[in-house]
């Protein structure tokens, strides 16, 4: 497991102030960053943001309303024009890509699901895995040619009203498809990190109560708390080059985004907008942090944050 761990940092967050209880001290110096950019803005939901491994394009889910079907926008991020993939899908949060022309995805059809790959050119659909259970949060394995992702269990006895969410593993090359860990609560958002383990958050509660996020060793199954903050830790992204996680914490009046240096175990703040902000995802190159905000009673739209290179480059002596 990672040698060193934010236990005991608190994270106490108020509106335009911040305050944080650094651990440890810096090797590389502290992030910094600038350039906040709305990405997208439009009158629906866009959630779920996605870059492409060279770059060049971001996709994104989109819908009307609350609890109405997710569908595939992808915006070319050179010259601004979006374009809709997947009116006939009901996309799951949670989506990626597998190369420059591929999205990953999970599509939920009445109570089966599916790991689907949308082709950018053609707009064609391959699928990958067929499940009887609903699957989400699809992204590439630590193993080569393989995938992770969230799917739904069975209830928990000790949870029987809680969905439960387990993490799995899918083989490409024989189809197969293993329970890596499962908790009584949810264990979504599966993400592959640098070291060879595997981020990704446990919730108990429906509305988001009780976020804690952890490491989990494929090789053990034994998954380890990475943070013990106030309020909830949610929506992990390892960064490209393994030194950082991004995620939110909604210790204040909303929730805001936050680094955890994984060498040395200290918490920095991202941001402080007017906004409750969530869902962060790394460029291939560590250059830009994207977001969801979402101001109150609004669709959420996605923004970019430029991060400095002393959290871009990392040693690897």
């Known amino acids: 497991m990672l040698s060193l761990l934010a236990r005991g940092t608190e994270v106490t967050m108020k509106f335009a102030m911040l305050s944080i209880m650094l651990l440890g001290s810096l090797s590389y110096g502290q ?8 990405v997208t803005s439009t009158s629906v939901e866009e959630r779920s943001p996605a870059i492409s491994p060279e770059g060049r394009y971001l996709a994104f889910l989109t819908n009307n309303k609350f609890g109405e079907p997710k569908q595939l926008g992808v915006l070319q991020l050179s010259n601004g024009r979006t374009r809709s993939m997947s009116d006939s899908l009901n996309l799951q949060d949670g989506i990626s890509w597998r190369d ?14 599916r790991i689907i790959a949308i082709d950018l050119k053609t707009s064609s659909i391959s699928v990958l895995h067929e499940d009887e259970r609903q699957v989400a949060f699809i992204s590439e394995g630590v193993v080569p040619n393989t995938l992770l992702f969230s799917r739904l269990n069975e209830p928990s006895p000790g949870l029987p009203d809680e969905p439960n969410f387990a993490v799995w593993q899918l083989n490409l090359a024989t189809g197969e498809a293993t329970q890596l860990y499962d908790s009584p609560a949810r264990d979504v958002q599966p993400m592959a990190m640098q070291n060879g383990e595997i981020s990704f958050f446990s919730r108990v509660d429906t509305m988001g109560q009780s976020d804690e996020i952890y490491a989990l060793d494929p090789q ?92 871009s480059i990392r040693s690897n002596n």
Do not use: C, H
């Open 31 to 38: 992030p910094q960053f600038d350039s906040i950019v709305q």
């Open 100 to 113: 420059e022309n591929t999205i990953l995805a999970g599509d939920l059809n009445a109570r089966d699901g």
């Open 220 to 311: 053990s199954n034994e998954a380890e708390r990475l943070l013990e903050n106030v309020g909830d830790d949610f929506g992990p992204a390892p960064s490209p080059n393994g030194r950082w996680i991004a995620f939110a914490n909604n210790a204040g009046t909303a929730p805001a985004l936050y680094l955890l240096d994984l060498d040395s175990g200290n918490v920095y703040p991202v941001s402080a907008m007017e906004r409750r902000l969530s869902q962060p995802a790394w460029s291939p190159d560590g250059k830009y942090l994207y977001f969801v905000a979402r101001e109150a009673d609004s669709p959420a739209d996605i923004y970019r944050v430029s991060v400095s290179s002393s959290v």
